[in-house]
């Protein structure tokens, strides 16, 4: 596997509309399976193929309940509403506090490309959101209704 550079706002396609994937190929799983590397080597909890350079709707998430892979995730439910403090691997050393659902249900392919939902809450559901967002072209700092400043004693 390998590890990918993530690369950090100002970069374009951060900003733009991720392309939809057409079907599964072998390139799709080495790309899930690199990206959850890269994630796990970045000490994230998500990952965008837009992060890493790629114009893929593709995304890796660990909230603490294991690695999900997902392609072509849309949110097809919400409910609920929480604000928490975000970061993001793209934005290392911002943080801030994002109003999101507390409660998604988000439909994608899995990497056999059966058509799969998952649901979550809590920090899978913040994690699933931002991930999405940035299939869209949108970062936290578009959201955040305060920034918190950085605990000095952190990396």
């Not at 998500?46 to 893929?56: D, F």
């Not at 997902?70 to 439910?77: A, D, K, S």
Request: a negative charge.
């Amino acid at each position: 596997m390998a590890v990918y550079r993530i690369l950090r706002l100002g970069a374009e396609i951060l900003r733009e509309e991720a392309r939809p994937v057409p079907k599964i190929t072998d390139s799709i799983l080495r790309l899930l399976d690199n990206m959850a590397e890269t994630m796990y080597q970045a000490n994230g909890v998500g990952l965008a193929a837009p992060q890493i350079g790629v114009s893929k709707r593709v995304v890796v998430v660990d909230a603490g309940e294991g690695l999900i892979g997902l392609v072509n995730p849309v949110v097809v439910t919400t409910a609920g509403e929480d604000i928490a403090v975000e970061g993001c691997l793209s934005i290392p050393g911002v943080e801030g506090e994002v109003k999101r659902a507390s409660l998604v249900k988000v439909s994608g392919w899995d990497r056999s490309g059966r058509e799969v939902e998952v649901e979550g809450s809590g920090l899978l559901a913040r994690v699933l959101q931002h991930e999405i967002d940035h299939l869209d072209g949108i970062l936290f700092i578009d959201k955040v209704i305060r920034f918190v400043e950085q605990d000095k004693g952190r990396e």
